[in-house]
């Protein structure tokens, strides 16, 4: 019988694959025994609770598989076999295809997933609720893979098998850590050490308040740009995604090209600063920094760069010194970030009027939003990446973690003030206020960030979840002058952090911005490699010469308080 093909009796049909998964069930439920001492076999008339549950599982699937055939697979025309989307992992067992029973398994899902996609398309609602219902539906159907369960996995029942109930122990035990933790856990934690090998490039803390350490890098050129560049990261993570590691790190490289570099080191929110407002945020962060940045290294201006939220804060910080007349940017350089709110993708979905409303109330007048929950709600964005991949192999499949920098970093959260959080969610999610000239009032001054007027570079990455591309294009019309769009291949991590010597990925070039986006990216020409280097000879021809490297950090009104990395950034949050 074709396999590939919806049979006219799928009772029938069924009961000649399930052999093959009854059979492997017989396996499991044989080591399982051995594994727990259970040397007596059930009394005549009794069926093991592993054999029961496949018993279960098998009469589960019959009821689905005749629904899908005499519902939904003639209803849609169906021939041949549903596939996969694209870079979906979930089914490269070769289980998964060459196994009838477990073929019908991922047939009946993906089918069911395409007719739950359909009916919310079809779905008479606003946009904004169509999207939300796709989000919601997605969440759904990821969850209810049969990848994710024990009794419908191959992979995790032949580790079973092999390992003689082993890999299950093991998956409990892992299970039950991560209950106490509060989190899943995706990254073999004692291989890293912030400080170590990681956040290693080499500099001093020369400035700290009860928000920011201010980290000055030494110098590993004779000569140094005589405009410093100061890096603004996220507030909601460590600034050590710019500071991986040797080879790896977006700061290493800035200091190897001859920048005089600073960065802001955000502190996690602890309870005596839960009061911290978004206006705290910009001028006891970048407000401070800059000037701080000025004095040490005796100029008048000062490169600025933001990355992500950070780009966010640094572009507010920007319209605050342009309404007090202030100049003190050279340029502004924003990596993945978002001004104008109007299209935020899947996140903006989660922050609606209800959850702004609730926040508000709970921690609007002081408290913390937790760094673990900001985790797990980036984590739903992908949550087959970075949710259920590690359910099944650390849960299911008693696999250690993995071993990656990247995995580490994104585990290390950061909490943030409830009053901050919940300015920044109205004023841009909810309400998208602050690319309106006027519509904001912070530190006291009304914004209008068409005021100001420093050179602007862009980077944007084409299948960014976060910041989508076209998002961070608009930019372009809101704030600087001759501005420069680069778009990177890739995500919002992968796509910003990409050393040249690695040779990896592309990215887009095109001068003219004068159209939208689309115009933009159809004139656009590809490059290979790193747009690093494009970003660094943008950023010099802005600059005005070189002078002698400093050859101590600081100076005498801001002394040396610590080495590199700091405290701030090794403090857990909770």
Excluded at 50 to 66: E, G, P, S, T
Excluded at 101 to 119: I, P, V
Excluded at 533 to 552: F, N
Aim: proline share 5%; charged share 20%; glycine share 8%.
């Amino acid at each position: 019988m074709d396999s590939t093909r919806s049979p006219n009796d799928p009772s029938a049909y069924l009961e000649s694959l399930m052999q093959a998964g009854q059979q492997s069930f017989k396996q499991f439920d044989d080591a399982m025994a051995a594994a727990m001492g259970l040397a007596d076999k059930p009394r005549e008339g009794e069926v093991s609770p592993f054999v029961a549950a496949a018993n279960l599982q098998r009469d589960a699937i019959l009821q689905v598989w005749k629904f899908w055939n005499t519902t939904l697979v003639k209803a849609l025309g169906v021939e041949g076999n549903v596939q996969p989307g694209k870079g979906d992992r979930r089914f490269l067992d070769n289980a998964w295809t060459a196994t009838p029973y477990y073929d019908l398994l991922k047939q009946s899902y993906l089918l069911g997933s395409r007719q739950l996609t359909e009916l919310v398309e079809q779905a008479q609602v606003d946009e904004r609720t169509k999207l939300q219902l796709k989000f919601y539906a997605r969440q759904f159907i990821d969850a209810m893979s049969p990848s994710n369960f024990p009794a419908t996995n191959p992979e995790v029942i032949r580790t079973a098998i092999q390992t003689r109930a082993a890999s299950l122990a093991a998956g409990m035990q892992n299970l039950i850590e991560d209950f106490q933790k509060g989190r899943i856990t995706r990254v073999d934690e004692s291989k890293f050490e912030v400080g170590g090998n990681l956040a290693n490039t080499p500099g001093s803390v020369i400035y700290e308040n009860e928000l920011i350490q201010l980290i000055q890098y030494t110098p590993v050129t004779a000569e140094v740009e005589k405009t410093p560049l100061l890096i603004v990261p996220p507030c909601i993570n460590k600034y050590y995604l710019l500071d991986l590691g040797k080879g790896n790190s977006f700061v290493e490289y800035a200091v190897a090209q001859g920048h005089h570099v600073f960065l802001i080191s955000w502190r996690s929110a602890v309870p005596e600063i839960g009061h911290l407002t978004w206006n705290d945020y910009l001028s006891l962060g970048p407000l401070k920094a800059i000037d701080v940045v000025r004095e040490i290294a005796g100029v008048d201006r000062v490169h600025a760069l933001g990355f992500c939220v950070g780009g966010t804060i640094l572009s507010c910080a920007a319209g605050v010194l342009a309404a007090r007349g202030e100049d003190k940017l050279s340029t502004i350089t924003l990596l993945t970030t978002m001004v104008d709110f109007r299209d935020t993708g899947d996140i903006g979905l989660l922050i609606d009027a209800g959850h702004v409303v609730l926040r508000e109330a709970t921690i609007g007048n002081g408290g913390i939003l937790p760094g673990k929950e900001l985790a797990f709600t980036f984590g739903t964005l992908r949550a087959n990446d970075l949710i259920w991949r590690y359910v099944v192999d650390s849960y299911l499949k008693g696999a250690p973690p993995d071993t990656f920098d990247l995995l580490y970093w994104d585990s290390d959260s950061v909490s943030l003030p409830g009053p901050m959080y919940c300015w920044y969610t109205r004023n841009t999610y909810l309400e998208n206020k602050i690319k309106d000239p006027g519509r904001t009032t912070q530190c006291g001054e009304d914004i209008d960030l068409s005021k100001v007027k420093a050179p602007l570079y862009i980077l944007a990455s084409r299948e960014d979840h976060i910041v989508p591309w076209k998002s961070a294009y608009l930019t372009k019309n809101l704030m600087g002058k001759d501005p420069r769009f680069v778009l990177a291949a890739s995500g919002h991590v992968a796509g910003v952090i990409n050393p040249p010597a690695r040779n990896r990925r592309s990215h887009w070039l095109n001068d003219d911005v004068g159209g939208d986006a689309d115009a933009w990216l159809d004139k656009a020409q590809e490059h290979p490699g790193s747009w690093w280097g494009d970003w660094d000879g943008w950023l010099k021809r802005h600059s005005t010469g070189a002078v002698a490297a400093p050859t101590q950090a600081g100076n005498a009104a801001y002394r040396v308080i610590e080495p590199a990395p700091g405290r701030y950034v090794k403090l857990k949050s909770n």
